[in-house]
């Protein structure tokens, strides 16, 4: 055993060593530039890209191979879908619907619209984190352009109601984004069935390289209209100009390749993990809580509150041995609970002293079983130094 042992999978995931073997040719003796049409270099690299669309289009069930646009990330392809969408409909003003626990990179566009005169409804969500498709609908304007609601929240894990909201948007005539990067790779996507016309996800959450991404952009009934947000060699059908990161692309198209057939299997053996883990603690443990959806949860995924610990101490003990994230953030000494965890509205001490592990593709149960060990060690350590739990 390894340590420490990696535990946040949410945060980014290792490259799978078949992904990287997809990459070295294309960094090696196959390094063309997609755009130098005149010579075997270029036309060679266009390949690459030309198979590596394909393969992430029948990932995700996109009709057209042209509906995938190539970006950095997750970041870049909700900016894209957000602003890009609104400014190509060119109008004045317009109706966004989104969620409070979204991640920032959708947050933070819907704030900057708000300042451009775009009005921004931000929806509340459950004590799980699950948000109310009929409030959303309730929430539709005739002025409503946009929703974007997430599949899978990178903090607790929960999953949305996707098909239904994605049946509401079709039937309202709203395009509909999703932010899929915690959940590609690990929900099965079909953008068809699910009534998604934008879609962003990124490579390295799902066992590819760092830097590479995908918006899918549907491109009929309805056809989605883009402005770029770069302007320059107009790449990507002028969508997202700038030279392709050909290496990071074929292993973008390598990692969903491997995705698409270790599904099924991975999540099955995932979850016993996080069962295994989750069930250790709880048994282990006095005043702990599962946050998040029992049910409708990303199967890595185990948010859990230690109460009367502060979740810096926690990992401060914790870091030689294992990897893992705190759902706060600490601020001038004081903890803050995340805005994801607020949202939950569930009492205090539990928002702040929330810990998530994300258990992946390679780790084990020796691993589990080690890490649940040094947790429940830690956490009763802890407790019995701060004087704060009943009976320490
Ligand atoms: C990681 C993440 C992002 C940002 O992805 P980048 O690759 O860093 O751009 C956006 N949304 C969610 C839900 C994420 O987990």
Known sequence: MNLPIYL????????????LETMLPALRGEFGNPASQSHPFGWRAQEIVDEAR?????????????????TSGTTESNNLALKGC?????????HVITQT???????????????????????????????????????????????SIM???????????????????????IFFHVDAAQAAGKIPIDVNQMGIDLLSF?????????GVGVLYARSERPR??????FHGGGHEKGIRSGTLN??????????????????????????????????????????????????????????????YIEPEALMAALQQDLAVSASSACSSGIPEASYVMKALGIDGQRTHTALRFGIGRFNTAEEIDYAAERVIDAVKKLRKLSGLAPGS
């Open 8 to 19: 946040d999978h949410h945060a980014t995931t290792p490259v799978d060593p078949e992904v």
């Open 54 to 70: 394909r393969t992430v289009a029948a990932f995700i069930g996109a009709r057209s191979a042209s509906e995938i646009i190539f």
């Open 86 to 94: 609104l400014e190509a409909l060119r109008l004045k003003t317009a």
């Open 101 to 147: 626990t979204e991640h920032k990179s959708v947050l933070e566009p819907c704030r900057y619209l708000e300042t451009k005169g775009f009005q921004v409804t931000y929806l509340d969500v459950d004590s799980t984190g699950r948000v109310d498709p009929g409030a959303l609908e309730r929430a539709i304007r005739p002025e409503t352009a946009i929703l």
């Open 151 to 173: 599949l899978a929240n990178n903090e607790i894990g929960t999953l949305q109601p996707v098909e239904e909201i994605g049946r509401i948007a079709k039937k309202r005539e």
């Open 202 to 210: 990124s490579a390295h959450k799902m066992y590819g390289p760092k």
């Open 224 to 229: 989605v209209k883009l402005a770029p947000l």
């Open 246 to 307: 050909v290496p990071a692309i074929a292993g973008l198209a390598k990692a969903c390749e491997i995705a698409g057939r270790s599904m099924d299997e991975e999540n099955r053996r995932v979850k016993s993990l996080r069962d295994r883990l989750e069930k250790a603690l709880l048994a282990g443990l006095g005043d702990a809580f599962v946050n998040g959806h029992p049910q409708h949860r990303l199967a890595g995924n185990l948010n859990i509150s230690f109460l």
